[in-house]
């Protein structure tokens, strides 16, 4: 593997940015975790696909990250490139009959933002949520009772060494913070099904979805959501709660005393912290409720 051989064959040759060693505490929502060996913000579909070819002939691994908000990285970092997706990526466009498409790298709050100012209806339950339409398509994000899966038309990918494909929302199974896409391949755009409505009509209900947002979720400090995946119809949150585990810390990581499956940075906290307090959330959910929690977040740069 040479990172050094990319990096100098990319830099300045693509319309791409690349940087090396830049800290994924400026890249998170956690603001945790160690230096990325390499960073590339590539701006055109040109320099993404000249980009993996470079980092697969020289043998470096590498991930996609949008906003970094279901992420942990680890304190000692990731040897690799984080690919991120910049300008080609963040348009959005405005079509017939409520069809709005949109890049992978836009901010899901924008989108939302972009909904109501066309007065379409159909991602108030996105309020509030973090992170790029491109991770909220690989995690089916949403609510219990609705999920960006349930507005796409279709979504283009791109299969790296083989091109971009197309796949009609129909034809991918979406399940719970999960989808049939392979994680080989890379969410680039998506076309979204919206319906006319008046726009006071959506701006309150957004309003709404927003205020309980604020009213159960730890806003004011950094996390990365919900932790644990609810098992089945049950309520992780009402578990871990049961069990007494908010305001269990170690270090500067703490579980939050608004939502119990939010582990919160109170400032210092280090990616052992959190791993620490999670650990502790399992095991004490394990013990007195026989439940095995499956992580939500993602992990980078752990060696298991």
Same mark, same amino acid.
């Given at each position: 593997m040479s990172l050094f051989n990319a990096y100098v064959t990319l830099s300045g040759a693509v319309d791409a940015?690349?940087?090396?060693?830049? +800290?994924?505490?400026? +890249? *998170?929502?956690?603001? !945790?975790? &160690?230096p990325a060996s390499m960073v590339a913000v590539c701006h055109t579909y040109?320099?993404?696909?000249?980009?993996?070819?470079?980092?697969?002939e020289e043998g470096v691994e590498w991930v996609v990250m949008g906003k970094g908000s279901n992420v942990l990285v680890s304190d000692a970092g990731f040897e690799g490139c984080v690919i991120v997706l910049g300008r080609e990526f963040s348009r959005i466009t405005l079509?017939?009959? %409520?069809?709005? *498409?949109?890049?992978? &790298?836009?901010?899901?709050?924008?989108?939302?933002t972009f909904a109501l100012s066309n007065s379409l209806a159909g991602l108030e339950f996105?309020?509030? !949520?973090?992170?790029?339409? %491109?991770?909220?398509?690989?995690?089916?994000?949403?609510?219990?009772?609705?999920? !960006?899966?349930?507005?796409?038309?279709?979504?283009v990918v791109l299969r790296p060494g083989e %091109?971009?494909?197309?796949?009609?929302a129909s034809e991918v199974e979406w399940g719970y913070r999960r989808t049939s896409i392979p994680t080989s391949e890379i969410v680039l755009e998506a076309t979204l099904r919206l319906e006319p409505q008046d726009k006071a009509r959506i701006a309150s209900e957004m309003d709404q979805r927003l205020a309980?947002?604020?009213?159960?979720q730890p806003m004011g400090k950094p996390s990365c959501g919900s932790v644990f995946r609810n098992p089945g119809t049950e309520s992780v949150a009402k578990m871990l709660d049961e069990c007494g585990l908010k305001g269990y810390s170690v270090g500067g990581a703490s579980v939050s005393d608004t939502h119990a499956n939010f582990i919160v940075n109170n400032?210092?906290? *280090?990616? +052992?912290?959190?791993?620490?307090?999670?650990?502790?959330?399992?095991?004490?959910?394990?013990?007195?409720r026989g439940v095995d929690l499956q992580p939500e977040v993602k992990f980078l740069g752990f060696s298991s």
């Open positions: 940015d690349i940087s090396r060693d830049e +800290r994924m505490a400026h +890249r *998170t929502t956690y603001r !945790i975790g &160690g040109a320099a993404l696909v000249k980009v993996l070819d470079v980092l697969h079509g017939d009959d %409520g069809l709005v *498409t949109a890049g992978a &790298g836009v901010i899901l709050s924008k989108l939302v996105a309020c509030g !949520i973090p992170g790029t339409l %491109g991770g909220a398509i690989s995690m089916d994000a949403g609510t219990r009772h609705e999920w !960006i899966g349930q507005r796409l038309s279709d979504v %091109g971009l494909h197309r796949y009609p309980r947002r604020r009213r159960t400032g210092d906290a *280090t990616a +052992r912290d959190v791993i620490a307090v999670m650990g502790h959330m399992h095991d004490e959910v394990l013990e007195k």
